[in-house]
């Protein structure tokens, strides 16, 4: 689980690589900024935000099976109880971290 804007994800022209086109709508901004994204194996698989409340919620948009899905549920949980009480909203929100946090 990585940040928005993180340079994984930003530091490169084509991203094809390890972004599919089809998810490119919901992580990215009017401008081209990426939001809080899941990887998995060098690939995005997924984006992810935090609700008011302070809980780590994610969605999958790729099939990444069972197994995984344990395993990125548990870094979820981690991440909440190492950012604690702190709040993070990224600056430039994605369709996707919106949707999550409504």
Known sequence: MLPALDPS??????????????????????SGNIGPTVWR?????????????????WRRLSDIGRDATTVVEAEASRLSQWVGQARITPRFRTPLERELTA
């Open 41 to 57: 194996n060098g690939e995005i698989v997924g984006g992810w935000a935090q609700r008011a409340d302070g809980e780590p919620v």
């Open 9 to 30: 994800a930003m530091g490169w022209a084509d991203r094809r690589f390890h972004l599919p086109d089809e998810h490119r709508k919901a992580l990215f901004d009017r």
